[in-house]
T-cell receptor
Framework: DADVTQTPRNRITKTGKRIMLECSQT?????MYWYRQDPGLGLRLIYY???????NKGEISDGYSVSRQAQAKFSLSLESAIPNQTALYFC??????????????FGPGTRLTVL | KNEVEQSPQNLTAQEGEFITINCSYS?????LHWLQQHPGGGIVSLFM???GKKKHGRLIATINIQEKHSSLHITASHPRDSAVYIC????????????FGRGTSLIVHP
């Protein structure tokens, strides 16, 4: 079984709908992240959480919210989806390493299309 | 803003060729990562390095801290190496969240 799972894998929705993307991990890591990937732009950080009680905004958090329900679960919500949120979304986890050199482990991605 | 620059953006090669992908960054780092994104979308970590050189199979990653530059080499390239290769760095003095380059798309023809 995969260590980091994302559901759904693909989603097509309409403008204005509320969407939740879910991420679960079995690696036992404290740190979890949500990224979006757009063609030609690379991965950009939306939100991150260093433990269950710690939530932080990333580079592009506007229009998104998150919930860290447990160490293993980190959900991303689009409160009112808009077409420019069409992208590939990745969840990732990492375990703190001395010196800050964490290796990140990625989920398979969720392809979201907002019409 | 701290930047991570990769070159080339796109690369096409014939099977068997030696491949080099470059990554430059702007300030001091705690680590540099090379990742591979398969055509299906999945991302896996290939290397994490803070100095010197690492090798895994046909892949070699080097870093020059003074020049703020890293290279990823693929020897005897194969069509299954076709993927997007992403460089990421974690900067010292921050929260150690990686900053990602835009990726290099590699296609290896048989």
């Amino acid at each position: 079984d995969a260590d980091v799972t994302q559901t759904p894998r693909n989603r097509i929705t309409k403008t204005g709908k509320r969407i939740m993307l879910e991420c679960s991990q079995t690696k036992g890591h404290d740190r979890m992240y949500w990224y979006r990937q757009d063609p030609g732009l690379g991965l950009r950080l939306i939100y991150y959480s260093f433990d269950v009680k710690d939530i932080n905004k990333g580079e592009i958090s506007d229009g998104y919210s998150v919930s860290r329900q447990a160490q293993a679960k980190f959900s991303l919500s689009l409160e009112s989806a808009i077409p420019n949120q069409t992208a590939l979304y990745f969840c990732a986890t990492s375990d703190f390493a001395r010196g800050g050199a964490d290796t990140q482990y990625f989920g398979p991605g969720t392809r979201l299309t907002v019409l | 803003k701290n930047e991570v620059e990769q070159s080339p953006q796109n690369l096409t090669a014939q099977e068997g060729e030696f491949i080099t992908i470059n990554c430059s960054y702007s300030v001091g780092i705690s680590a540099l990562h090379w990742l591979q994104q398969h055509p299906g979308g999945g991302i896996v970590s290939l290397f994490m390095l803070s100095s010197g050189k690492k090798k895994h199979g046909r892949l070699i990653a080097t870093i020059n801290i003074q020049e703020k530059h890293s290279s990823l080499h693929i020897t005897a390239s194969h069509p299954r190496d076709s993927a997007v290769y992403i460089c990421a760095v974690t900067y010292t003095g921050g929260s150690y969240i990686p900053t990602f380059g835009r990726g290099t798309s590699l296609i290896v023809h048989p």
